[in-house]
């Protein structure tokens, strides 16, 4: 810090140096400060910031060995103030060195450090690689860069950082730390070390001229006073005084320094440098991991190829273990670090849910024990099994229980899902904790009947194994029928068979066991095989008497449906004969009906008796009933219209007879019949229908007339003149197109019946009529009208009942007459300038046709109208302000705009190139195009945007942007303005504007420079003044960007200390296209490139100029010399091609070029 006339220095431990009257120098004097340690000698700018507080920059590093007039300035043994505490008085200048002041090196030299923030910077934080021998970073445990975790940063791994491997820091090789390469390690003169690598010229190494080696010019080459000639104080020559004659000090011989013998200089014995004892130099062990180990994975039957596979990282060559539902796994960890074990096969464990377990034994024997992932293992199908309604459980399904539905149920594993099939039917459920499952099918689902159909039963478990069973379910909803027999041949039992046995009988389902009961009386039968049964009534078992009794019979089929029937039968076992009063028939005449399908006379008699009844010449054996009345069945055939005696003759048990008579009138005639012409003309049309339709006739006056027609009959009589009329309703008529026959029933007074028919035809509908719509210009057969389709108007087709007229109308427009042909087909267009226009719309179609009666059906249907593309908004603007430059050529430039989702965009641009998108889900498009698509390197481009929707209907737009890919020449430097270690200005050559300046730090950081300019047009010159100055180790970056973007730059090194390698990997670079890398103003500079580099760096061209003169040194890896030469302001440049995409590099002839 500046404090009034002195300056004050700040070491890393906190204590201030104050240098009293540092800026208090006569006139003409300059006072300068040096730095010294290990016999290096560095010296210090100092700048002022104007806040009191000074930044330092460090020159490069004065090794001393020769004579000099700063040798009184050297220290050889300075302190390390970083390794401990300094005593007050202590005085040297090595408490300034670099390594001291906190590892600065290059970090200094690039950012300045100021002196007020050294003790921030102490400890070796930078990882900033020094190749000076004066490097002192490594006290962070490896943070050096050099890879060798010694934290010295020359990755020889021996912590000296002088990168010799010897330890010794004198990066001589020769063990001793003196720099002569003597090899003797007392740093001062060995003698003959090197033949005078001291500078001094007389062969002993040490400076002094006076050839004893110990550099103080007294001849015993000791300087110490104990004659050996190492100045060490004790007596074995090797300078250190600890006597083992290595010249370290620690006392164990192998010159490093450490005490361990090993050489490496951390004191571990392993010779990595590492401080760890493994030898890898690493820093530590290799912590094993397991890959995913919270996951959960599940195997199943359902599971392809099943494995549990456990996988994981580790030091190479690491036994790994893994224990898995008590299977174990082992591998050894591979040459890449990772492993991997899998349990499949017979090694799978048996179904659970496990959590592996991972050992892994280190090579140097440590164990680890891990958590690996879990694995939920299930390789079993859930059981599954039915104990209720199937064929394998004894179950057979009756009425009964089909009323409440069809239930299977059996058992299962606890929460398996169950589904049950029957005919295509199923049922689902999932099973209870008790290990029970029930479906009951609906009676819809599976009909009544006698059947049996095979049933599948799929359990399905949690984990998705699977399991089916099958079995069969039996139906058996059909009771047995029972069928009776006539009793006694006549169903009547007399005395004579009551008196014997009894026989009842009938038939039924083969092996069925029936119980017959009668009057009380039971017995059972068993059915034979031919379905016959019959059970016998003993005498006694059934009263005498004259009276009505019926059997029941009864039986349970196999499925334990019961069946019943019953048959009336009469026992008479009296005698006694009479005929009864009442009329023959209902009305006391015998019609044509009664008299040809038979009419009966009826008496009474003694129960038992016979009887015999003549009429008409024919006798009859009468039936007689259990209370003794008889009947006498008659047929009527040859019974002519007229007045007839009767007469019934009876014997009963005892022989007796008895007679009677009684008159009998027979009337068997009538007729009707369809008058010849129904409905006008046999043809009932609609309109006929809906106002009602009359059939008509004629039949026997006061007849009774039922008259019938599609199902619906209407009884009217007949007038005097035996006219008749009925009218069917519109509701009685069923609409369509049919023949239709009517029917009449008359029935006369007597009741005699007549019957006639008339056949009459029904048209109440327009039969065959469909439609469909096509355009005569279809271009695509999407079921949409668009813009070119319906330019040609629509046409509708269809086909019609023969003889029909057909109209079509679309939306609210004229109806249009269809032309219909005698086939029925038919085709009408509605005109263009009736169909919808700019719109995407649906529209009804109505269609409707009247047939020759008159009737009319009419159809309806949508028609899709989309005849405009809509949302098609090309964008105003392409790359943001309308203009393509290099870069943007070079990545390819975006057309976009809008359009409805879906719509194929075609952009062609007026060079011929082409690009095609299609619209996404939100109406976005973009075409990309590239420079190669532009004709030549500026101008306006012109375009067209062509879309298309998902319909055929199109749009188009056009549209123009400017171009310009040429980007301006890289700025030339011509001169710069300096101060001691930082850059003032520069002066340049005349651009399109003013250029941009940037400052790219050694860390990569670029800042812009805040300058002011003046630019003399007329002079062809711009001069540039910073307003912060730009210190050494910076790259300037000089930019000049044209009115589209296109930018150049020019890289200019300066160092104006020593020579500088060009570091091109600076990240702030890659910021910039580059045109050209000026090293004019770099001594000895030197710059190694590649093909890489020179694209990463430089614009859409690729092309590199590199500027220098004789002292500066290219190196281009991969470079082929092309034989081409260029002048560029009258210097010869050299053509070089590197790799095969084009890149060049422009080489001035004056710098040396090296390619490999």
Same mark, same amino acid.
């Given at each position: 810090?500046?404090?009034? /006339?002195?300056?004050?220095?700040?070491?890393? #431990?906190?204590?201030?140096?104050?240098?009293?009257?540092?800026?208090?120098?006569?006139?003409?004097?300059?006072?300068?400060?040096?730095?010294?340690?290990?016999?290096?000698?560095?010296?210090? @700018?100092?700048?002022?910031?104007?806040?009191?507080?000074?930044?330092?920059?460090?020159?490069?590093?004065?090794?001393?060995?020769?004579?000099?007039?700063?040798?009184?300035?050297?220290?050889?043994?300075?302190?390390?103030?970083?390794?401990?505490?300094?005593?007050?008085?202590?005085?040297?200048?090595?408490?300034?060195?670099?390594?001291?002041?906190?590892?600065?090196?290059?970090?200094?030299?690039?950012?300045?450090?100021?002196?007020?923030?050294?003790?921030?910077?102490?400890?070796?934080?930078?990882?900033?690689?020094?190749?000076?021998?004066?490097?002192?970073?490594?006290?962070?445990?490896?943070?050096?860069?050099?890879?060798?975790?010694?934290?010295?940063?020359?990755?020889?791994?021996?912590?000296?950082?002088?990168?010799?491997?010897?330890?010794?820091?004198? =990066?001589?090789?020769?063990?001793?730390?003196?720099?002569?390469?003597?090899?003797?390690?007392?740093?001062?003169?060995?003698?003959?070390?090197?033949?005078?690598?001291?500078?001094?010229?007389?062969?002993?190494?040490?400076?002094?001229?006076?050839?004893?080696?110990?550099?103080?010019?007294?001849?015993?080459?000791?300087?110490?006073?104990?004659?050996?000639?190492?100045?060490?104080?004790?007596?074995?020559?090797?300078?250190?005084?600890?006597?083992?004659?290595?010249?370290?000090?620690?006392?164990?011989?192998?010159?490093?320094?450490?005490?361990?013998?090993?050489?490496?200089?951390?004191?571990?014995?392993?010779?990595?440098?590492?401080?760890?004892?493994?030898?890898?130099?690493?820093?530590?062990?290799?912590?094993?991991?397991?890959?995913?180990?919270? !996951?959960?994975?599940?195997?199943?039957?359902?599971?392809?190829?099943?494995?549990?596979?456990?996988?994981?990282?580790?030091?190479?060559?690491?036994?790994?273990?893994?224990?898995?539902?008590?299977?174990?796994?082992?591998?050894?960890?591979?040459?890449?670090?990772?492993?991997?074990?899998?349990?499949?096969?017979?090694?799978?464990?048996? #179904?659970?849910?496990?959590?592996?377990?991972?050992?892994?034994?280190?090579?140097?024997?440590?164990?680890?024990?891990?958590?690996?992932?879990?694995?939920?293992? #299930?390789?079993?199908?859930?059981?599954?099994?039915?104990?209720?309604?199937?064929?394998?459980?004894?179950?057979?399904?009756?009425?009964?229980?089909?009323?409440?539905?069809?239930?299977?149920?059996?058992?299962?594993?606890?929460?398996? !899902?169950?589904?049950?099939?029957?005919?295509?039917?199923?049922?689902?459920?999932?099973?209870?904790?008790?290990?029970?499952?029930?479906?009951?099918?609906?009676?819809?689902?599976?009909?009544?009947?006698?059947?049996?159909?095979?049933?599948?039963?799929? $359990?399905?478990?949690?984990?998705?194994?699977?399991?089916?069973?099958?079995?069969? +379910?039996?139906?058996?909803?059909?009771?047995?029928?029972?069928?009776?027999?006539?009793?006694?041949?006549?169903?009547?039992?007399?005395?004579?068979?009551?008196?014997?046995?009894?026989?009842?009988?009938?038939?039924?389902?083969?092996?069925?066991?029936?119980?017959?009961?009668?009057?009380?009386?039971?017995?059972?039968?068993?059915?034979?095989?031919?379905?016959?049964?019959?059970?016998?009534?003993?005498?006694?078992?059934?009263?005498?008497?004259?009276? !009505? @009794?019926?059997?029941?019979?009864?039986?349970?089929?196999?499925?334990?449906?019961?069946?019943?029937?019953?048959?009336?039968?009469?026992?008479?076992?009296?005698?006694?004969?009479?005929? *009864?009063?009442?009329?023959?028939?209902?009305?006391?005449?015998?019609?044509?009906?009664?008299?040809?399908?038979?009419?009966?006379?009826?008496?009474?008699?003694?129960?038992?008796?016979?009887?015999?009844?003549?009429?008409?010449?024919?006798?009859?054996?009468?039936?007689?009933?259990?209370?003794?009345?008889?009947?006498?069945?008659?047929?009527?055939?040859?019974?002519?219209?007229?007045?007839?005696?009767?007469?019934?003759?009876?014997?009963?048990?005892?022989?007796?007879?008895?007679?009677?008579?009684?008159?009998?009138?027979?009337?068997?005639?009538?007729?009707?019949?369809?008058?010849?012409?129904?409905?006008?003309?046999?043809?009932?049309?609609?309109?006929?229908?809906?106002?009602?339709?009359?059939?008509?006739?004629?039949?026997?006056?006061?007849?009774?007339?039922?008259?019938?027609?599609?199902?619906?009959? %209407?009884?009217?009589?007949?007038?005097?003149?035996?006219?008749?009329?009925?009218?069917?309703?519109?509701?009685?008529?069923?609409?369509?197109?049919?023949?239709?026959?009517?029917?009449?029933?008359?029935?006369?007074?007597?009741?005699?019946?007549?019957?006639?028919?008339?056949?009459?035809?029904?048209?109440?509908?327009?039969?065959?009529?469909? %439609?469909?719509?096509?355009?005569?210009?279809?271009?695509?057969?999407?079921?949409?009208?668009?813009?070119?389709?319906?330019?040609?108007?629509?046409?509708?087709?269809?086909?019609?009942?023969?003889?029909?007229?057909?109209?079509?109308?679309?939306?609210?427009?004229?109806?249009?007459?269809?032309?219909?042909?005698? *086939?029925?087909?038919?085709?009408?267009?509605?005109?263009?300038?009736?169909?919808?226009?700019?719109?995407?719309?649906?529209?009804?179609?109505?269609?409707?046709?009247?047939?020759?009666?008159?009737?009319?059906?009419?159809?309806?249907?949508?028609?899709?109208?989309?005849?405009?593309?809509?949302?098609?908004?090309?964008?105003?603007?392409?790359?943001?302000?309308?203009?393509?430059?290099?870069?943007?050529?070079?990545?390819?430039?975006?057309?976009?705009?809008?359009? /409805?989702?879906?719509?194929?965009?075609?952009?062609?641009?007026? $060079?011929?190139?082409?690009?095609?998108?299609?619209?996404?889900?939100?109406?976005?498009?973009?075409?990309?195009? %590239?420079?190669?698509?532009?004709?030549?390197?500026?101008?306006?481009?012109?375009?067209?945007?062509?879309?298309?929707?998902?319909?055929?209907?199109?749009?188009?737009?056009?549209?123009?942007?400017?171009?310009?890919?040429?980007?301006?020449?890289?700025?030339?430097?011509?001169?710069?303005?300096?101060?001691?270690?930082?850059?003032?200005?520069?002066?340049?050559?005349?651009?399109?504007?003013?250029?941009?300046?940037?400052?790219?730090?050694?860390?990569?950081?670029?800042?812009?420079?805040?300058?002011?300019?003046?630019?003399?047009?007329?002079?062809?010159?711009?001069?540039?003044?910073?307003?912060?100055?730009?210190?050494?180790?910076?790259?300037?970056?000089?930019?000049?960007?044209?009115?589209?973007?296109?930018?150049? $730059?020019?890289?200019?090194?300066?160092?104006?200390?020593?020579?500088?390698?060009?570091?091109?990997?600076? @990240?702030?670079?890659?910021?910039?296209?580059?045109?050209?890398?000026?090293?004019?103003?770099?001594?000895?500079?030197?710059?190694?490139?590649?093909?890489?580099?020179?694209?990463?760096?430089?614009?859409?061209?690729?092309?590199?100029?590199?500027?220098?003169?004789?002292?500066?040194?290219?190196?281009?890896?991969?470079?082929?010399?092309? =034989?081409?030469?260029?002048?560029?302001?009258? %210097?010869?440049?050299?053509?070089?091609?590197?790799?095969?995409?084009? !890149?060049?590099?422009?080489?001035?002839? +004056?710098?040396?070029?090296?390619?490999?």
């Amino acid at each position: 810090m500046h404090d009034g /006339e002195d300056l004050q220095i700040v070491l890393v #431990d906190g204590r201030t140096i104050t240098l009293a009257g540092f800026f208090d120098a006569p006139a003409g004097v300059e006072n300068r400060l040096f730095i010294s340690a290990d016999g290096e000698i560095t010296p210090v @700018t100092l700048e002022e910031t104007g806040d009191g507080v000074i930044f330092a920059e460090y020159g490069a590093p004065e090794l001393l060995g020769k004579w000099s007039l700063n040798d009184q300035l050297a220290f050889y043994e300075g302190e390390d103030l970083l390794a401990g505490a300094v005593d007050d008085d202590t005085t040297g200048m090595a408490a300034f060195a670099p390594a001291v002041l906190g590892g600065l090196g290059t970090a200094g030299v690039a950012a300045g450090a100021g002196l007020v923030g050294l003790g921030l910077l102490a400890g070796g934080g930078d990882d900033t690689t020094r190749t000076d021998p004066t490097d002192g970073g490594g006290g962070d445990g490896g943070g050096d860069g050099g890879g060798d975790g010694d934290g010295d940063g020359d990755g020889d791994g021996d912590g000296d950082g002088d990168g010799d491997g010897d330890g010794d820091g004198g =990066g001589d090789g020769g063990g001793d730390g003196g720099g002569d390469g003597g090899g003797d390690g007392d740093g001062g003169g060995d003698g003959g070390g090197d033949g005078g690598g001291d500078g001094d010229g007389d062969g002993d190494g040490d400076g002094g001229g006076d050839g004893d080696g110990d550099g103080d010019g007294g001849g015993d080459g000791g300087g110490d006073g104990d004659g050996d000639g190492d100045g060490g104080g004790d007596g074995d020559g090797d300078g250190d005084g600890d006597g083992d004659g290595d010249g370290d000090g620690d006392g164990d011989g192998d010159g490093d320094g450490d005490g361990d013998g090993d050489g490496d200089g951390d004191g571990d014995g392993d010779g990595d440098g590492d401080g760890d004892g493994d030898g890898d130099g690493d820093g530590g062990p290799i912590v094993p991991t397991v890959n995913n180990p919270d !996951a959960h994975d599940t195997l199943t039957t359902n599971t392809e190829n099943p494995s549990a596979t456990v996988s994981g990282t580790g030091e190479a060559g690491s036994t790994v273990v893994v224990l898995l539902g008590g299977q174990t796994a082992e591998t050894t960890v591979g040459a890449d670090g990772t492993w991997e074990v899998s349990f499949e096969g017979t090694t799978l464990p048996a #179904d659970g849910d496990y959590t592996s377990t991972v050992f892994v034994t280190a090579p140097d024997g440590t164990l680890y024990e891990l958590d690996g992932p879990d694995f939920l293992i #299930d390789m079993t199908p859930p059981p599954v099994a039915i104990t209720e309604g199937a064929e394998s459980t004894g179950d057979i399904e009756n009425l009964e229980e089909y009323q409440d539905g069809i239930t299977v149920a059996g058992s299962g594993e606890p929460g398996a !899902a169950v589904t049950v099939e029957v005919s295509g039917e199923s049922q689902s459920t999932t099973v209870a904790a008790d290990g029970s499952w029930s479906v009951t099918f609906t009676t819809d689902q599976l009909p009544p009947g006698e059947y049996s159909a095979e049933m599948t039963v799929t $359990s399905t478990d949690v984990n998705g194994n699977v399991t089916t069973i099958t079995d069969t +379910l039996i139906v058996d909803t059909v009771p047995n029928a029972i069928d009776f027999d006539t009793v006694a041949g006549d169903n009547v039992v007399n005395a004579v068979e009551i008196a014997g046995n009894v026989v009842v009988s009938g038939t039924s389902i083969p092996g069925a066991v029936l119980a017959v009961t009668l009057e009380g009386v039971t017995h059972q039968a068993t059915v034979d095989t031919d379905g016959t049964w019959s059970v016998s009534y003993a005498p006694g078992e059934l009263p005498s008497g004259s009276y !009505a @009794t019926t059997i029941t019979a009864t039986t349970i089929d196999p499925a334990e449906n019961a069946s019943s029937a019953s048959y009336a039968i009469t026992i008479d076992t009296e005698a006694q004969v009479a005929f *009864d009063l009442t009329p023959v028939t209902a009305d006391g005449v015998v019609n044509a009906a009664e008299a040809a399908s038979g009419f009966t006379l009826t008496g009474t008699s003694e129960p038992g008796s016979s009887v015999l009844v003549t009429l008409g010449g024919a006798t009859v054996t009468a039936t007689v009933a259990a209370n003794g009345t008889w009947s006498a069945d008659f047929s009527g055939t040859g019974l002519t219209t007229g007045s007839y005696t009767a007469t019934v003759s009876a014997t009963d048990i005892y022989g007796n007879t008895a007679s009677a008579t009684r008159d009998v009138v027979v009337d068997s005639e009538t007729s009707v019949a369809f008058n010849a012409t129904q409905a006008g003309d046999n043809k009932i049309s609609g309109a006929e229908a809906q106002a009602g339709v009359v059939l008509s006739g004629t039949a026997e006056a006061g007849a009774s007339v039922a008259v019938t027609f599609e199902g619906t009959t %209407h009884t009217v009589t007949a007038g005097t003149d035996g006219a008749w009329s009925a009218t069917f309703t519109a509701a009685e008529v069923p609409a369509g197109t049919y023949s239709s026959t009517a029917t009449v029933v008359a029935t006369d007074l007597a009741g005699n019946t007549a019957t006639a028919s008339h056949v009459v035809a029904v048209d109440t509908e327009v039969t065959d009529l469909t %439609h469909a719509t096509a355009t005569p210009n279809a271009i695509k057969a999407d079921g949409v009208v668009n813009a070119a389709e319906a330019a040609g108007g629509l046409v509708v087709t269809g086909t019609v009942e023969a003889g029909s007229s057909v109209m079509v109308q679309i939306g609210n427009g004229a109806a249009v007459a269809a032309k219909v042909a005698a *086939d029925g087909s038919w085709s009408a267009t509605i005109p263009a300038a009736q169909l919808p226009a700019n719109e995407v719309s649906n529209v009804a179609l109505k269609v409707t046709a009247t047939d020759a009666l008159g009737n009319t059906a009419t159809q309806s249907s949508t028609v899709n109208f989309d005849t405009v593309v809509t949302n098609f908004v090309p964008s105003a603007t392409v790359s943001g302000d309308d203009v393509v430059n290099a870069q943007e050529a070079a990545q390819g430039f975006v057309l976009t705009g809008t359009v /409805e989702p879906g719509a194929t965009v075609v952009v062609t641009l007026a $060079s011929g190139a082409t690009g095609t998108a299609t619209a996404g889900a939100n109406g976005q498009w973009a075409v990309t195009f %590239h420079g190669g698509d532009l004709t030549g390197t500026a101008g306006t481009m012109t375009y067209s945007v062509n879309a298309t929707d998902l319909y055929g209907n199109t749009a188009s737009a056009t549209g123009d942007f400017s171009y310009d890919l040429v980007a301006p020449d890289s700025p030339d430097i011509i001169a710069f303005t300096r101060d001691t270690g930082a850059l003032l200005g520069i002066r340049t050559d005349v651009g399109e504007g003013a250029y941009e300046i940037s400052a790219v730090a050694a860390n990569g950081t670029v800042d812009a420079i805040e300058e002011s300019h003046y630019i003399n047009s007329n002079a062809g010159y711009g001069a540039y003044d910073f307003y912060e100055t730009v210190p050494n180790g910076s790259y300037l970056v000089v930019s000049d960007t044209d009115g589209a973007g296109n930018e150049t $730059s020019t890289l200019l090194v300066v160092d104006n200390t020593a020579a500088v390698t060009v570091d091109l990997e600076r @990240t702030g670079l890659t910021e910039f296209d580059f045109g050209t890398i000026d090293l004019s103003f770099a001594p000895q500079a030197q710059l190694t490139i590649t093909e890489a580099q020179l694209i990463e760096l430089t614009g859409p061209d690729n092309t590199l100029i590199i500027q220098g003169d004789a002292a500066d040194h290219v190196t281009a890896i991969g470079a082929q010399d092309s =034989g081409l030469d260029t002048v560029i302001g009258g %210097h010869t440049y050299s053509v070089y091609t590197l790799g095969d995409d084009g !890149a060049s590099l422009v080489i001035d002839d +004056l710098i040396t070029t090296q390619t490999i």
